[in-house]
């Protein structure tokens, strides 16, 4: 993924199927990865958004909303920019499945301001098709409409939101953004299911193929705060660390002034967690990129 935001010189790349557990973000080759997963046996689905360490100071939130859909917000000049990232359940799925993803969307949506630039991208399994929709999708679709096209349609009317990628004019070849693998020269099995959405306003600033938008806009200076280490609760596994902390704030207690009454809980619960600190410690999760090989980039370059 960093090698393909190299190449092709991009600076924020959305993935989807991160197959990751878990979410969180960390650094890797100067690039900041944001991941939303979950705890399923497998990790199936996850998503993710890799962004160069430059545009990163300027992030005020990150929300992990399910393995499905996650929000990144970034402070811009003359407006805030919201990015979320999505991978929709594909068309066999269940309609519960279906509308509790464009429920998670919707939740998500409520976190932004119409006036901001508010960009959904990544893979919908949707195909809108042929066929002009007013303010939503452009000349230059491909294929045949589906019932999931027709529920993404309906969600873009709701937020006045653009499927940004049927508004150009490209050959067909470079309007697929998924290809069957059992495809053959006598049977082309190729969809338009990956779209970047973004507000009516702002669309004229804007084993899948890569779809990429540009957006012309001035990132304005966010003050942001280092997160918080969490305490490693690990440690109260063994028995005579859990002794040692227990003795440390028995003893640590007992120098709380309690003339004060209005103070007391404040000591408390500064004497509780300076103790535990210092005990059994904290840590910041991070996830270091073992498995990337000369062979595996090999393979990619051979694929492309």
């Not at 997963?37 to 990163?56: A, P, Y």
């Not at 006045?160 to 082309?188: C, G, Q, V």
């Not at 007992?254 to 300076?274: A, H, V």
Request: contains cysteine; glycine residues 4%.
């Amino acid at each position: 993924m960093i090698l393909e935001m190299k190449k092709h010189n991009i600076d924020i790349l959305g993935v989807s199927e991160t197959w990751w557990p878990d979410c969180g973000e960390f650094f890797s080759q100067n690039t900041k990865v944001y991941y939303s997963g979950n705890q399923n046996k497998h990790h199936r689905n996850g998503v993710g958004i890799l962004m160069i360490k430059d545009i990163t100071k300027f992030v005020t939130e990150f929300i992990p909303k399910s393995d499905r859909a996650m929000m990144v917000k970034i402070n811009a000049k003359p407006l805030n920019i919201n990015i979320i990232q999505v991978y929709a359940p594909t068309a066999d799925k269940s309609d519960d499945e279906i509308k509790s993803f464009y429920a998670e969307l919707n939740e998500l949506m409520r976190l932004t301001k119409s006036h901001e630039i508010n960009i959904i991208q990544g893979d919908f399994n949707a195909k809108v098709g042929k066929g002009e929709v007013n303010g939503v999708v452009g000349q230059y679709g491909l294929g045949e409409r589906n019932d999931t096209g027709d529920r993404l349609i309906q969600f873009c009317q709701e937020y006045k939101l653009k499927t940004s990628n049927t508004m150009f004019n490209l050959p067909p070849r470079r309007l697929y953004a998924w290809k069957s693998t059992s495809e053959t020269p006598d049977n082309i099995i190729r969809n338009q299911i990956d779209f970047i959405l973004i507000n009516y306003r702002f669309c004229s600033s804007s084993d899948h193929n890569l779809l990429m938008a540009k957006i012309c806009i001035r990132l304005a200076s966010n003050r942001k705060k280092k997160p918080s280490l969490k305490l490693n609760l690990e440690e109260l596994r063994n028995d005579d660390i859990k002794c040692s902390l227990k003795n440390k704030i028995n003893h640590n207690i007992s120098s709380i002034d309690s003339r004060n009454p209005n103070n007391i809980w404040e000591q408390l619960k500064t004497t509780i967690t300076s103790s535990s600190k210092e005990i059994y410690g904290s840590y910041r999760k991070e996830i270091k990129n073992h498995w990337m090989s000369e062979d595996i980039e090999k393979l990619i370059n051979e694929r492309r």
